[in-house]
């Protein structure tokens, strides 16, 4: 049951996500409060000061990437030549692995960024070619970690770092911050903070704490920012200012196009650009990689949905050499579609199934495929996104010992959406709401934009637009006030003169000069 919303309502509710208040940058805690930091940077230190080969470990998604691109950038700052790695997905698979160890051998110190917590197997064949190896990554533990020199990983039960949500690319920002201590070198770390900032948003880590100052932070930073790649981004998306809501919707998928089509090392080199020149031409990759990347997506989400059995609980789909770039993402759709957990397999030709799960809800997709590992190869990810992979013959058993998990796990299914912070009349949309909201940002994963519910509206106007006529654009009234709206991604018809309920967020339209309000549509139910 919803309740009439007031601005102090509101206020206050949004208020209780941030249970310490409003950090700021001076409220970061110390690099040593995490295990084996210094024990990592006085290695690095040797290791620089006795001119060993250094590479740098990375990974294919967004975080990956910029952490990979800060650890290139901090060691091109104090002119120290390193080499950098980041496996292709498709013929290196994920982190470092034993498709990876031949290719850096003759490496003194190899050190990961935003993997390697469950090389094992690496770990020893490094060990095996007298590669000391040390581990940054803020995934969680498998029973067996990796044997190594160093790992710093906030989720290790020894370590005093206070904060378990932190993404690849803060630890990597931090690593550079204890290292800059030990070289005792002046160098700019808000700099750096816009790369963090950008992995904070694409890794979605909770917009709340440390993560929040720090975005914050990134955000003014890249605002700022004479990085060449940025501005190119800026010119592309003709944006003089970047929101989260920019890097999350816009610039996140564009660097995350280059792991999923073809190799990520695309999207590094396009952040470290020199110059203005390089990083437009660069960034018109991403955008070819980009454009590819929907239009296969589009095709498998089609292909996706034809197979949905409505009757499980656990969407589970597979298909013949499906691009396993993206069915992570058309997992994501399918899922939202059916407001169901789904996983999108994609079948080699050789009999074995590699793919990708999203959960929807309370559901703990990664609790319930756990209980699954003996019919599974591999698996890793957290509550709300998995990666794995099994044998064909494995596939029935895997279902149905899934939907079992699902059934035994008794998730509690919520009557209605639970970002809906409240039931908000139209006579109380005004720019004091707006301003308030304002007040909470940057949203995203921890702190969602707030969404709100009406009553009884009538749909005065729904017309279609956008190339494909995808979109909608609406008048809405309630009680003679009259409000405009837009729904994204949308295929429904909608009757004129219908009663319904409408679910939304309310943003300000900025459009020649004038400002209005206007109803960004999630859902609408028919009454």
């Known amino acids: 049951m919803t309740k009439k919303l007031t601005l102090q309502a509101l206020d206050r ?137 160093a790992i710093i990983d906030q989720k290790q039960e020894s370590c005093t770092f206070p904060y378990a949500d932190v993404c690849g690319a803060q630890i990597a920002w931090y690593l550079i911050a204890s290292l800059k201590n030990a070289l005792n070198i002046k160098i700019n770390m808000i700099s750096y903070m816009e790369l963090v900032s950008i992995a904070i948003i694409a890794d979605m880590m909770p917009l709340q704490h440390i993560n929040r100052a720090m975005v914050e932070a990134g955000l003014r930073a890249l605002n700022k920012s004479t990085k060449p790649a940025i501005k190119a981004f800026k010119e592309h998306a003709q944006k003089e200012t970047l929101t989260a809501e920019d890097i999350g919707f816009f610039l996140a998928p564009l660097l995350n196009s280059a792991g999923r089509m073809e190799d990520a090392s695309y999207a590094v080199d396009f952040l470290t650009s020199t110059n203005i020149y390089d990083a437009r031409v660069r960034l018109e990759r991403l955008v070819d990689f980009n454009t590819l990347r929907k239009a296969t997506e589009q095709d498998l989400t089609e292909k996706a949905l034809a197979q949905v059995n409505v009757e499980d609980e656990v969407i589970v789909v597979e298909g013949k050499e499906w691009h396993e770039g993206v069915v992570g993402i058309v997992a994501a759709r399918v899922s939202r579609q059916h407001e169901k957990p789904c996983i999108v397999l994609s079948n080699n030709g050789e009999g074995i199934l590699k ?115 995808e979109h909608l654009r609406f008048s809405f009234v309630q009680e003679g006030i009259v409000m405009a709206g837009v729904q994204f991604k949308t295929r429904e018809v909608y009757e004129i003169g219908s009663n319904v309920d409408v679910i939304y967020t309310v943003n300000e339209n900025h459009f020649r000069g004038k400002v209005t309000l206007q109803l960004m549509v999630d859902k609408i139910v028919v009454t």
Request: glycine residues 8%.
């Open 355 to 469: 793919g990708s799960g999203r959960s929807f809800g309370v559901c703990d997709l990664f609790a319930i495929t756990d209980s699954c590992r003996e019919h599974l190869e591999k698996f890793g990810g957290h509550q709300a996104a998995i990666g794995l992979s099994l044998h064909e013959k494995s596939l029935e058993a895997f279902k149905s010992q899934l939907q079992t998990n699902y059934a035994l796990a008794d998730f509690k299914k919520e009557d209605s959406d639970p970002d809906i912070v409240g039931e908000l009349p139209f006579s109380s949309i005004s720019f004091d709401l707006t301003t308030l909201i304002k007040k909470y940002e940057p949203y995203g994963q921890g702190n969602p934009t707030p969404k709100f519910i009406s009553k009884h509206v009538e749909i005065l106007q729904a017309d279609t637009m956008g190339k494909e006529g």
């Open 13 to 149: 509710l949004l208020q209780t996500r941030f249970k310490e208040g409003f950090l700021s940058l001076k409220d970061l805690p110390n690099p040593s409060t995490f295990k084996d930091m210094d024990k990592a940077t006085a290695r690095i230190v040797s290791a620089i000061q006795n001119k060993e080969k250094i590479t740098i470990v990375g990974d294919y998604d967004v975080d990956g990437v910029t952490s990979t691109t800060l650890m290139r950038l901090f060691f091109a700052e104090i002119e120290y030549d390193i080499e950098w790695i980041i496996p292709n997905r498709f013929k290196d698979g994920y982190g470092l692995s034993a498709n990876i160890v031949p290719q850096i051998l003759g490496t003194d110190l190899a050190i990961t960024v935003d993997n390697g917590i469950s090389a094992v197997y690496a770990a020893k064949l490094c060990k095996e070619e007298g590669i000391e190896l040390i581990i940054t990554d803020h995934h969680l533990l498998a029973p067996e970690v990796p044997e190594c020199y």
